[in-house]
């Protein structure tokens, strides 16, 4: 039997990780108070919607900033697989506080469809939402390719929070443009509606990908048919493999399989042809680990991975 280093894997990106999660929580709080500037200067419903989501922000910021600390810690006695799911606690967390703040979003847009509010200073409004837009939309883009080279579930979950952060005030922007042509001002607490049903989807999918990876969901069929492949490229010597098992954790991939070898073959011959296996799959597989368990002939299945 042959098992992989269990040590997550280190390098200056994951050593950069909690600094920008950090950094995060610096870029959510001026957003916030760029935005709260817009809605108390112009009153409108669909900016106040937008200057809540940024509190929210705020908030889940902190969640990742936790959640990425605990996450690159070494194994340990009490946690020898790791601390990566603190990430997904993360992440629910986040998905959760979207749902509400839709939630506070809807009811506002409903006050003021009953009461129709007058928009002052538009242009002041736009003006400064534009800017938190643009602000958003470039952390954005940093967090979500940070967090995929470095498969950071918290990271990458800020990084599309933030983004639907950006498609939502770029709705406002143009809703309130429309609504300062038109004069209709039944347009502002629509367009703080459609932002909350928006946010409602995007807060749903996010909670529901983080419970996945809580549940020890196992890699995609692609994934899978590519690990598969290596497994059979790579064995030459072994008979076959059989019981592929996966599960994912944060930016860590757990692959085990049983690997049949002639009952003949020695230890030492058995143990070069798992440890051929191991690099081959950490080549292909960032941060996987890997459990071989070696059998003799006899527990042959002749099924399962064909060794090329």
């Not at 002041?124 to 534009?130: A, H, R, V, Y």
């Not at 952060?165 to 001002?185: F, R």
Request: hydrophobic residues 50%; aromatic residues 8%.
């Amino acid at each position: 039997m042959s098992e992989a280093d269990q040590r997550p894997p280190t390098g200056r990106g994951i050593d950069y990780m909690p600094w920008i999660a950090a950094g995060s929580i610096a870029v959510a709080v001026v957003v916030m108070g760029i935005k709260y500037v817009a809605y108390v200067r112009t009153g409108s419903v669909a900016l106040y919607s937008d200057a809540l989501e940024s509190i929210v922000n705020v908030v889940t910021a902190i969640a990742a900033f936790i959640a990425i600390r605990i996450s690159v810690r070494p194994a340990d006695r009490h946690h020898q697989f790791g601390h990566h799911k603190a990430e997904y606690f993360s992440a629910v967390v986040e998905g959760a506080l979207i749902i509400v703040a839709a939630i506070f979003i809807l009811r506002e847009a409903w006050e003021a469809l009953q009461q129709p509010r007058t928009i002052e200073q538009p242009g002041f409004g736009l003006m400064l939402s534009g800017l938190a837009t643009v602000i958003n939309a470039a952390w954005s883009a940093c967090l979500m390719s940070f967090g995929r080279k470095m498969r950071s579930p918290a990271m990458a979950a800020d990084g599309w929070h933030l983004f639907t952060d950006v498609i939502t005030s770029v709705g406002v922007i143009i809703g309130l443009a429309l609504s300062m042509v038109t004069g209709w001002k039944f347009l502002d607490p629509l367009l703080a509606a459609a932002v909350a049903v928006y946010i409602l989807y995007a807060g749903w999918r996010l909670a529901r990908d983080s419970v996945s990876g809580l549940m020890d969901v196992a890699v995609t069929s692609e994934d899978s048919r590519r690990i598969r492949g290596i497994i059979s490229s790579n064995a030459e010597g072994a008979i076959e493999a059989h019981d592929l098992r996966t599960r994912s954790a944060g930016r860590v991939t757990f692959i085990e399989f049983h690997l049949v070898v002639p009952g003949t073959m020695a230890v030492a011959e058995a143990h070069r042809i798992c440890d051929r296996l191991e690099e081959a799959i950490g080549m292909e597989v960032p941060g996987a680990e890997v459990l071989i368990h070696v059998e003799p002939e006899g527990e042959a299945r002749h099924r399962g991975i064909v060794v090329v």
